[in-house]
């Protein structure tokens, strides 16, 4: 089972950005971003294709987050610009055996915290 890591969170203002990263430890499927903020349930943010030619985001960052892959690196990243305060949320790649699937793997979170 491939192994993931996530990277790049941290504390921004809002209006800013910041880009998550996501090591797998081998060759991945389709690949995707969920996030968990304090006291609410964890959810979709953004999944890419194993070709990176499909995605689909959830309205809330629709515009301003931006997913991407590398797959000769086997990294995935989150591009979120124009970050606001409800973001804040710990961030967790997964990979999915399909596109429609559920996740099969997490990795341990990244936490982004966006100031007012």
């Known amino acids: 089972q491939v192994q993931l890591v996530e990277s790049g969170g941290g504390l921004v203002q809002a209006g800013g950005s910041l880009r998550l990263s996501c090591q797998a430890s081998?060759?991945?499927?389709?690949m995707g971003w969920y996030r968990q903020a304090p006291v609410k349930e964890r959810e979709f943010v953004a999944r890419?294709?194993?070709?990176?030619?499909?995605?689909n985001y959830v309205d809330s960052v629709k515009g301003r987050f931006t997913i991407s892959r590398d797959n000769a690196k086997n990294t995935v990243y989150l591009q979120m610009n124009s970050l606001k305060p409800e973001d804040t949320a710990i961030y967790y790649c997964?990979?999915?055996?399909?596109?429609?699937?559920?996740?099969?793997?997490w990795g341990q979170g990244t936490l982004v915290t966006v100031s007012s």
């Open positions: 997964t990979e999915s055996g399909s596109y429609s699937g559920n996740p099969g793997v």
């Open positions: 081998g060759r991945t499927y389709v």
């Open positions: 890419i294709s194993q070709s990176g030619g499909r995605t």
